[in-house]
């Protein structure tokens, strides 16, 4: 029983973050794949004799790897961050006609009304 409910929430949790998941697999991948390249590179720059340019090598190899540590990193901290989206803009007078119905007087909310019905007229 206990088991159950362990996986049920280990499969919940990746299935909710599903896309940060395939992104710190593929980025695990591109840096197995940019050694296997670097070892490569300073073979054929060993056997070449060209050891002068090993330093290139070395350098392109960091950035590449801490730019895809930033990328898996700024993931991460986009999902643990704020979760409300910024509304639109709202226009000056559907600020106005959006008070406190309990404010209102029935004269101030036929007034409201009536100026609702007038603007949907005018758009349609």
Do not use: H
Not at 50 to 70: D, G, H, M, Q, R
Not at 92 to 109: A, C, F, Q, V
């Amino acid at each position: 029983m206990f088991r159950q409910i362990k996986s049920a929430i280990i499969w919940s949790y990746i299935w909710r973050f599903r896309s940060l998941l395939a992104k710190i697999i593929i980025a695990i991948l591109i840096v197995a794949v940019l050694e296997f390249v670097y070892g490569d590179v300073v073979e054929y720059l060993r056997l070449s004799g060209n050891v002068e340019y090993l330093w290139i090598a070395l350098l392109s190899k960091w950035i590449l790897i801490l730019l895809i540590l930033f990328y898996v990193g700024y993931s991460i901290w986009r999902i643990g961050g704020p979760k409300d989206k910024k509304s639109p803009q709202k226009t000056d007078n559907e600020g106005k006609m959006r008070m406190k119905p309990k404010s209102l007087s029935k004269k101030e909310i036929r007034e409201l009304a009536q100026k609702i019905i007038e603007q949907k007229a005018k758009r349609g």
